[in-house]
T-cell receptor
Framework: DSGVTQTPKHLITATGQRVTLRCSPR?????VYWYQQSLDQGLQFLIQ???????AKGNILERFSAQQFPDLHSELNLSSLELGDSALYFC???????????????FGEGSRLTVL | QQPVQSPQAVILREGEDAVINCSSS?????VHWYRQKHGEAPVFLMI?????EQKGHDKISASFNEKKQQSSLYLTASQLSYSGTYFC???????????FGTGTSLTVIP
């Protein structure tokens, strides 16, 4: 158990819909990262938050948005869903802003989104 | 900005060795290695900070050539439990985006 909690674990929805994925980081971790992993593909970096503020953006579509709340949990909002958005979405947390000194990212178990 | 890994896939027999390479087009601040079992979350293996640094972790070790912007993961005397997809992760500066490489699928067979 990494200590990172993601909900829901599975989600099935239709094209055009909107969903929200939730992530609770490990206790004390201030950084939250979101990654998208399509079937048998790599981990695509979407966005990073640190202590409530957006710190880095990756390949995140305009239809997607995220935020980190004062209690440090984060939500990833996916709207106008398309078939290609079907993927496993991982949230990961770390203690500090950079990873060079704290080392590892702790991953949640992921939220599997299926768009039909 | 995503690092490129090679090979894409490798199949080994138990006891054989393997090398996985990670190459970036940008200067790197740190390189991290993760292993992901099918259907599970990635798990951290090790981090390398300095150019020329090498680290070991049981029979898994890694090197980081800062000048070439490359890192290699060495798996010796492979075990069945080593099977999975290996990802390198890179930061170009501390607090910057953390990108994972393209991944290398490693299968160890008896």
């Amino acid at each position: 158990d990494s200590g990172v909690t993601q909900t829901p674990k599975h989600l099935i929805t239709a094209t055009g819909q909107r969903v929200t994925l939730r992530c609770s980081p490990r206790s004390g971790d201030l950084s939250v990262y979101w990654y998208q992993q399509s079937l048998d593909q790599g981990l695509q970096f979407l966005i990073q938050y640190y202590n409530g503020e957006e710190r880095a953006k990756g390949n995140i579509l305009e239809r997607f948005s995220a935020q980190q709340f004062p209690d440090l949990h984060s939500e990833l909002n996916l709207s106008s869903l398309e078939l290609g958005d079907s993927a496993l979405y991982f949230c990961a947390s770390s203690r500090s802003l950079g990873l060079a000194y704290t080392g590892e990212l702790f991953f949640g178990e992921g939220s599997r989104l299926t768009v039909l | 900005q995503q690092p490129v890994q090679s090979p894409q896939a490798v199949i080994l027999r138990e006891g054989e060795d393997a090398v996985i390479n990670c190459s970036s087009s940008k200067a790197l601040y740190s390189v991290h290695w993760y292993r992901q079992k099918h259907g599970e979350a990635p798990v951290f293996l090790m981090i390398l900070l300095k150019g020329g640094e090498q680290k070991g972790h049981d029979k898994i070790s890694a090197s980081f050539n800062e000048k070439k912007q490359q890192s290699s993961l060495y798996l010796t005397a492979s075990q069945l439990s080593y099977s999975g997809t290996y990802f390198c992760g890179t930061e170009m500066s501390t607090g910057n985006q953390f990108y994972f490489g393209t991944g290398t699928s490693l299968t160890v067979i008896p």
